[in-house]
């Protein structure tokens, strides 16, 4: 059994920022420090968790993907074979417009320049067992973990990114672990009718979730160009390729638009940029949601509003940013979070990728106290921007 952390729910709730949901308490620019609960009761009982001094450790615990990916032969599905668009040369895909990423070069210079804080083991969280469907009339959205959520609208049941395994890595046994438990139970999920990958990281595209999936649920899949073969390589099936502004009907009046995003895909050697990345829109009759997966900031958000409207719900990445200059071009940061909000026009967002994978730089809760501080700054009211803890749920209004 995985330690609690020392700290029971109901406090964790306090110190994590329960009721008003103040996180800035958590931020390190404010403090020099990550505070960390220490084992009792009551909001005051913390210490300061700095960097660990054995960084070479912390990056093999994290990243040994780099050295152990071609002993495992994971060289990925083979690359998508289609006609060249604005964002296809007949060979690799591309951003539109282009965000150059660091190399590898830069990779390494990352992971030795130092400055990262140390997350705690583990940290327990209540999961939620959801309801079979929403209200009449109502968007209901739960975080599961990471870039996980349960969107349930119009009788449909769609799950974003799916991930229920220990470990985002293409082995079981090394690469980055989780650090709380998944906000639904497996066996508690919900029948599911879709699932949506944004793209084919194993922290985004996680094959022994997805064939779980698979088997009980038959769900239709769908993602961007290129990965139905990552799909049929993981024995799942009912996969679609999507490219950007690519439609599919679910039922009940749903319909799943596939638009862009900019990041990049990979799953091993080889095989950069071979399989197409996105975002998604959730269109019923009750409203709409968003979905950005993976991004940095750029002006597909303000594309997507022009196209498709602005959504009821978006959700949006808010970790996985530090250091920023290696980060942006693929992740955004709290406070670009809070500027594609505004972009997309959302009534209200929810804060994903964060707390639960040890990715970046930042603490654990780092990401939402910085997106306490950039509603602040831009004078938006929390309830508009939420950060749930794993097994949270929001509801629009009926």
Request: aromatic share 10%; with cysteine; hydrophobic share 40%.
């Amino acid at each position: 059994m995985r330690p609690s952390w020392g700290v029971s729910y109901d406090a964790q709730r306090t110190l994590h920022g329960g009721g008003g949901r103040d996180y800035r308490r958590y931020v390190p620019s404010v403090l020099g420090a990550q505070e960390i609960p220490k084992a009792g009761r009551g909001a005051k009982n913390f210490r300061l968790h700095r960097e660990s001094p054995a960084r070479v450790v912390r990056l093999m615990r994290r990243w040994p993907l780099v050295l152990l990916l071609p002993l495992f032969g994971c060289f990925g599905a083979a690359g998508y074979q289609g006609a060249p668009s604005d964002h296809f040369d007949g060979s690799k895909f591309r951003n539109v417009p282009a965000a150059p990423q660091p190399g590898f070069g830069g990779f390494l210079q990352w992971q030795l320049q130092g400055g990262a804080i140390d997350w705690p083991d583990w940290v327990d969280t209540r999961p939620s067992k959801p309801d079979p469907v929403a209200p009449p009339h109502t968007i209901r959205v739960t975080f599961v973990n990471h870039a996980t959520t349960l969107v349930q609208i119009d009788g449909v049941n769609i799950l974003t990114d799916p991930v229920w395994s220990e470990r985002v890595s293409p082995v079981s046994f090394v690469g980055p672990e989780r650090h709380k438990p998944p906000g639904i139970r497996f066996d508690d999920l919900p029948p599911i009718d879709a699932v949506l990958i944004s793209h084919d990281h194993h922290d985004h595209c996680d094959a022994v979730t997805l064939k779980r999936l698979s088997d009980r649920f038959h769900p239709r899949v769908l993602a961007g160009l290129g990965t139905a073969a990552v799909m049929e390589s993981a024995h799942v099936d009912r996969a679609t390729d999507l490219d950007w502004w690519g439609r599919t009907p679910l039922k009940n009046g749903v319909e799943v638009v596939f638009t862009p995003a900019q990041h990049w895909s990979a799953r091993g050697v080889g095989d950069r940029d071979q399989v197409l990345w996105g975002s998604f829109m959730i269109v019923g009759p009750s409203g709409s949601v968003y979905f950005a997966g993976d991004t940095g900031l750029g002006p597909h958000f303000r594309t997507i509003r022009q196209r498709l409207g602005a959504p009821t719900v978006a959700l949006l990445p808010i970790g996985a940013y530090k250091p920023e200059w290696f980060m942006g071009p693929s992740h955004m940061s709290p406070s670009q979070a809070v500027e594609a909000h505004r972009m997309l026009g959302a009534t209200t967002s929810v804060a994903i990728h964060w707390g639960t994978f040890d990715l970046a730089d930042e603490g654990q809760y780092q990401p939402v106290g910085e997106l306490n501080l950039a509603l602040d700054a831009a004078r938006i009211p929390h309830r508009d921007f939420r950060a749930l803890e794993n097994g949270e749920l929001f509801q629009t209004a009926r």
